[in-house]
C-alpha cells in the first residue's frame, strides 16, 4: 500500500511562510491525483489543494487561494504546499492525500491514501 509522509510543518508567526512537502512511497506517484486537506482543533478535516497527476489545473479552497500554491515533482515522489501569508485561522493539522484513481472530484472520501499529517500553528 502506498505510504505518505508529510513533513515541514512548525510554529510561524502571523504573515510568515512554511513549504510543506509530501513524500510518497511507490513508483506509480504519477498517475495519482494528490491533495492537501487540514484539521483544526474541535473541527472536521477540509479541503485545502489539490494538484491532477497531469498537473493541468490547480485547485484551491477559497480561503487559501492566492496564498498557497501547491505543486509535485514527479520525478520524485514529492508534493508540496507553499504556503505564504499565513494566517491564525490556518493553523490545523495538514495531511497529504492520495487519489489512486485518479477522478478529480477532490473529496475527502475520493482519497485512497493519507499521511499522518504535520502540524501548522500560526500565532498572532
Known amino acids: 500500500q502506498v505510504q505518505l509522509v508529510e513533513s515541514g510543518g512548525g510554529l510561524v508567526q502571523a504573515g510568515g511562510s512554511l513549504r510543506l512537502s509530501c513524500a510518497a512511497s511507490?513508483?506509480?506517484?504519477?498517475?495519482?491525483?494528490m491533495g492537501w486537506f487540514r484539521q483544526a482543533p474541535g473541527k472536521e478535516r477540509e479541503f485545502v489543494a489539490a494538484i491532477p497527476r497531469s498537473s493541468g489545473y490547480l485547485y484551491y479552497a477559497t480561503s487559501v487561494k492566492g496564498r498557497f500554491t501547491i505543486s509535485r515533482d514527479n520525478a520524485k515522489n514529492t508534493v508540496y504546499l507553499q504556503m505564504n501569508s499565513l494566517k491564525p485561522e490556518d493553523t490545523a493539522v495538514y495531511y497529504c492525500a492520495a487519489d489512486r484513481k485518479a477522478l478529480g472530484t477532490w473529496t475527502y472520501s475520493a482519497m485512497d491514501y493519507w499521511g499522518k499529517g504535520t502540524l501548522v500553528t500560526v500565532s498572532s
Open positions: 511507490g513508483r506509480a506517484f504519477s498517475s495519482y491525483g
